[in-house]
């Protein structure tokens, strides 16, 4: 009996002994080997994205010779109505005159010229599209765009030979750069109105004070004419 309990024993210790190693196989053969993927960096741009590049030299410039418009040289301050008036006065514009005004703003000089003095026609140039704009939308207001225009230039290039009148209210340094484009294109006789400042050593024919502010006129020479204060 003892020896039949003793093989009995061993018998079972034996089948449970395969059994143990079969599930631990079927476990093992279940199981796959898990590897961290090996991190590459993308160069590719993702679509729809943009990286930084520096701006080239030059690119500045060559928009400009592009005829793309560059910044206004002065912060653009409105000429009081008072003011306007006085240079319209001293100008002496008539019916057949015609006004440039030169860095317009939001177009008060040429609209007042046209609609009270009742002047030919007026234009204004300015630098700035906005306040091309601006100015536009007053004409329009002010019903008179049958003679009063607006154009989107630099007065440096501009046309402006054909006026009787010029307006301006720029600074003393560009009123002097302007000097010679003025004497140069002008026809003798032609009308010269500044606010506030002056044409470096060319004497004004006449000085206005206004509200304490300061209108000089100055009346464009026959050519080849000095314009100094000798």
Known sequence: MKLQRKIHGLALCAALTIAGCAQSGAQSQGTQTKTSPTTQTNTT??????TAT??????????LEAGQ?????????????????AMLKVANVKKDDVLYDLGSG????????????????????D??????????????A???TDRVTFRNEDL???????????????LDSLNEKLRPKLLRELKPGTRIVSHAFR?????????????GRTVYFWTVPAKGAATSSQ
Do not use: C, H
Not at 45 to 50: A, I, K
Not at 54 to 61: I, V
Not at 71 to 82: A, F
């Open 199 to 211: 044409m470096g050593d060319w004497k004004p024919e006449q000085t206005l004070e206004v509200d």
């Open 142 to 144: 002010a019903g008179v």
């Open 106 to 125: 939001d177009g008060r000089i040429p609209i007042t010229a046209v609609q009270k003095y009742g002047v030919r026609r007026a234009v204004g140039i």
């Open 156 to 170: 440096f290039q501009a046309d402006f030979s054909e006026a009787t009148v010029v307006t301006l209210y720029l």
């Open 69 to 85: 418009s560059r910044t206004p040289d002065v912060i653009y301050v409105p000429t009081p109505p008072e003011v306007v008036e």
């Open 45 to 50: 741009p993702t679509p729809g994205t943009t």
């Open 127 to 140: 630098i700035d599209p906005q306040r091309i704009k601006e100015a536009n939308d007053n004409a329009k």
């Open 54 to 63: 520096p701006t080239p030299a030059g690119t500045q410039e060559k928009a």
